[in-house]
């Protein structure tokens, strides 16, 4: 009896030892599969796929990534027959539930994508993806403007969100594309020095791929003054991939450059990292090139940004580099209101625009700024800074600088 029972523990051991030894080298059938489908070969995955559930029906990750491929290559019904089943299996799988999502957008289901929307959203409260879905589902039933409030409170929660931005742009290309902006700065100097003023008007007209200005400016310095006019356009290429685009021309070139050219890209890279590239010239006497190089990070309700600006020197011995740091805090749930601050050093600007800004290279800024929707159709905006810059042989000049505009939509 006990060399029985040795003998059946023996032989457990080895049936263990067996299983255990077949499961360390058996294939990881859905990292397999979706390995085939992200390289091209999704029938391969589908075949897989298939036979590995009809031995294990209940592996809801196997039938997740089935009813995926399923969805890419257009075959929706099968495909929300598998989701629909790992849902029955697991109600609160969220990726089967956005696969659905999907689907029901593709084929324009918008009934069907707002009660996906409403169980996404009441299960995961915080997931803005649930937001972007249930505001596509509203605007293709027909509530455009409640789309747009449900965007918008997307954008407070995570401002560089860029499927949304391009969503926002579009609805507003339908709802409010008409905006007029008046406002004015002014500079103050520690010296004897006569103050700045600069006063601009612009008339903005939002398209479904990005904005497009016309502003005129009109500015006093020295005792002298000068008017510039541009254009500019914000083009959207894809969701994360935009740039921006100006030319001008001065009236009189006496303190705006004769031309002036600006060009940006912008292109989001994951992570709720932003990076961008840009080019300036501005056409004085002497041709002034200007390239610029920016990091953005959005972080929930944050938007931090360093900014670097390089001004070759053709005329002298040395180049000029300023350094621009950014930070925002995005407030309500509008989406478009902010506070905001930042420090410079070396250009007390941001954006070079005429030759007196050109002449200040050697400056520490700090700085505060705010835009407030105060109504649906009103936008409020103001500015200050204060510059430090060392001068040798004379004493510190101090530079004020105040602004503020109004934006009105219609």
Request: net charge neutral; with cysteine.
């Amino acid at each position: 009896m006990r060399r029985m029972r040795h003998a059946i523990v023996t032989a457990v051991m080895m049936l263990g030892l067996c299983a255990g030894t077949a499961a360390a080298q058996a294939p990881d059938v859905v990292a397999e599969a979706r390995s085939a489908a992200t390289s091209g070969r999704r029938g391969q995955a589908l075949s897989s796929l298939a036979r590995h559930l009809e031995t294990s029906p209940r592996d809801v990750d196997a039938r997740l990534l089935y009813g995926l491929i399923l969805s890419w290559e257009g075959r929706y019904d099968e495909a929300r027959r598998e989701l629909d089943r790992v849902l029955e299996q697991t109600p609160t799988y969220n990726d089967a539930r956005v696969a659905l999502a999907n689907i029901a957008w593709w084929n324009g289901e918008y009934t069907e994508l707002k009660r996906l929307a409403d169980t996404g959203r009441r299960q995961r409260p915080d997931d803005v993806e649930w937001l972007l879905h249930d505001a596509r589902a509203l605007d293709g039933l027909g509530q455009s403007r409640e789309a747009r409030r449900v965007v918008l409170d997307l954008l407070s929660r995570s401002p560089g969100h860029p499927q949304a931005r391009s969503f926002r742009n579009s609805l507003d290309s339908r709802l409010r594309p008409w905006s007029l902006t008046m406002g004015y700065g002014g500079d103050r100097f520690s010296d004897d020095r006569t103050p700045w003023g600069e006063y601009a008007i612009s008339v903005s007209r939002q398209t479904p791929v990005g904005s497009v200005i016309a502003r005129a400016s009109h500015v006093e310095r020295f005792g002298l003054n000068d008017r510039l006019f541009e254009v500019e356009m914000y083009p959207t290429f894809r969701p994360g991939t935009y740039a921006f685009v100006g030319i001008g021309f001065a009236k009189d070139d006496r303190l705006y450059p004769n031309y002036r050219v600006a060009t940006d890209l912008y292109q989001s890279v994951g992570g709720g990292f932003e990076v961008s590239a840009g080019f300036r010239r501005l056409g004085f006497s002497t041709t002034t090139d200007i390239y610029l190089g920016s990091l953005t990070k959005y972080t929930g309700s944050w938007m931090l940004t360093g900014k670097a600006m390089y001004v070759p020197d053709f005329e002298g011995p040395e180049d000029s580099v300023s350094f621009h740091g950014v930070v925002r805090r995005y407030l309500g749930g509008s989406g478009q209101s902010w506070i905001g601050g930042g420090y410079s050093h070396g250009y007390s600007r941001e954006e070079l625009g005429d030759s007196a800004e050109l002449q200040n290279l050697d400056a520490d800024t700090v700085r505060a700024n705010t835009e407030l929707l105060v109504h649906p159709r009103w936008l409020l905006a103001a500015s200050a800074s204060t510059s430090r810059q060392e001068r040798a042989g004379r004493s510190t000049l101090w530079q004020h600088a105040l602004g503020a505009s109004v934006t009105v939509y219609f």
